[in-house]
């Protein structure tokens, strides 16, 4: 039996369980994604995935303003202290959440005078969704700060199957509209709720333990941490509302469809992020500079290679990859095109989200804050151009690749006052670790020897 030992003993890597975690996830996100484009019209359709950009970049400033400040404060720290940090999370996410109900109230009647659907649908509903995923959000916080994948993996399964349930219901009954799907959507988020505080997960009574000291210290360093978490989205943000704006919901529609299989990169690099977060965190604490930057080289290294594989698979079958989730109405549409220039500019994600992700350990998020202003400034510019020119959704996504090789220059300069490296250092050892993975993969599946220690 030792190759089922082995296997269950790999369960056990945090990097694993984070990977498996979101693979899982991607799935069901994908099934149901695939729902999506069966049930809605092209219109339709554009104008979901417009309203859920639209939440999903206010989700994504709340996470970027709390994760990684809770991680980094939370992780290895003594009980008393972790209960501290927690407290202040509850309470910060509670004043973003009223904010945004006393915001929604004036914008709720504004919402009448929106032409544009997807813009009028958001500015009614808002705060409503934002409050439905707070639990499980919360959730997300403890379990990571508390390398806990395995529970990490539970509480999403559950939100997706209610999702997924709800879907099927409404197909069953027939009453899947645009409208319906969204109330679905919040409902199974608020019984998702529900059922994690139920289990505890969410560490909701440690509101009491809040200090004066840690809400400063997690304000303080989210302010500017919140800049990590946007880099991820941020491109698509602003390429839908010029794509929206420019060219209509089905052009939206279009554009969505074409980056649907990016959770193929996505959620390596969320998964490694995630788990490397606490372990850069811990080099700097010890002042383990050398350390720390191997894991900068191995991390980005080793997913750039992965993803440039992924990248060459995508690009060949890119087309029954796009049927397979849009369906005979996108048949011969841009959007297999769009996947291809999707997928070949995210080869140079790691390298981005991993230099950010060490600014952030090493308690310098200002710098992240002012890299992400000015990728903002040169991605609003080129999308401009872009779109002005061409009237085209290619010369939308084609554009991305400056802001991102901007977001890299910066970083890597940055990261030079802390530690001197050589760039290229990056991908030498990310493939000499690489040789190891592979070697310690196969000798744990079929125990031929002990595993090679990494370089």
């Not at 946007?230 to 529609?253: E, Q």
């Not at 720390?292 to 290679?305: A, R, Y």
Request: aromatic letters at 16%; proline letters at 3%.
């Amino acid at each position: 039996m030792p190759l089922i030992k082995n296997v269950l003993s790999s369960l056990k890597n945090i990097h694993f369980q984070s990977l498996l975690g979101n693979g899982v996830m991607a799935v069901f996100g994908m099934i149901t994604t695939a729902m999506l484009f069966h049930i809605l019209s092209v219109y339709d359709a554009g104008v979901y995935f417009f309203f859920m950009m639209l939440y999903n970049f206010i989700d994504t400033i709340k996470a970027g303003f709390l994760t990684n400040a809770f991680v980094t404060f939370y992780a290895g720290t003594t009980r008393e202290r972790g209960n501290e940090v927690a407290g202040a999370s509850w309470v910060l996410a509670l004043i973003i959440s009223v904010a945004l109900i006393i915001l929604n109230i004036p914008t709720f009647f504004i919402a009448s005078y929106i032409s544009d659907s997807g813009t009028a649908l958001y500015l009614k509903y808002f705060s409503i969704v934002a409050i439905s995923t707070l639990p499980t959000f919360m959730a997300n916080l403890v379990v990571q700060g508390d390398k806990r994948f395995d529970r990490l993996f539970w509480l999403r399964l559950v939100n997706q199957i209610l999702f997924m349930g709800a879907l099927i219901t409404l197909m069953i009954i027939k009453k899947a509209t645009l409208m319906s799907i969204l109330v679905a959507f919040t409902a199974t988020n608020f019984i998702a709720g529900f059922i994690i505080i139920s289990f505890g997960w969410t560490m909701l009574t440690s509101i009491k333990y809040t200090t004066k000291k840690a809400l400063i210290e997690i304000y303080h360093f989210g302010k500017y941490s919140v800049a990590t978490s946007l880099s991820a989205n941020m491109f698509r943000v602003t390429d839908s509302f010029f794509i929206n704006f420019y060219l209509g919901a089905p052009a939206v529609a279009l554009y969505n469809l074409g980056s649907r299989w990016m959770p193929i990169v996505d959620i390596p690099l969320q998964s490694f992020a995630s788990s490397s977060l606490p372990i850069l965190s811990e080099y700097y604490n010890k002042d383990q500079k050398s350390e720390l930057i191997h894991v900068l080289k191995k991390m980005t290294g080793m997913l750039s290679i992965g993803i440039f594989i992924i990248a060459i698979l995508a690009i060949i079958f890119a087309d029954p990859l796009i049927l397979l989730v849009g369906g005979k109405q996108y048949i011969g549409s841009q959007a297999p095109n769009l996947f291809r220039i999707f997928i070949s500019i995210a080869v140079l994600f790691p390298a981005d989200r991993f230099s950010a992700l060490t600014l952030d350990a090493i308690k310098k998020p200002k710098i992240n804050f002012y890299k992400i202003l000015v990728m903002l400034v040169v991605n609003l510019v080129a999308d401009f151009i872009g779109v002005s020119m061409f009237k085209s959704v290619y010369a939308v996504v084609v554009t991305n690749i400056f802001p991102v090789l901007t977001g890299i220059i910066i970083s890597y300069v940055a990261l030079q006052q802390y530690y001197k490296f050589n760039f290229w250092d990056i991908y030498v050892v990310g493939y000499d670790e690489t040789k190891v993975f592979i070697k310690n993969l196969y000798n744990t599946i079929f125990g031929k020897e002990k595993p090679i220690k990494g370089l």
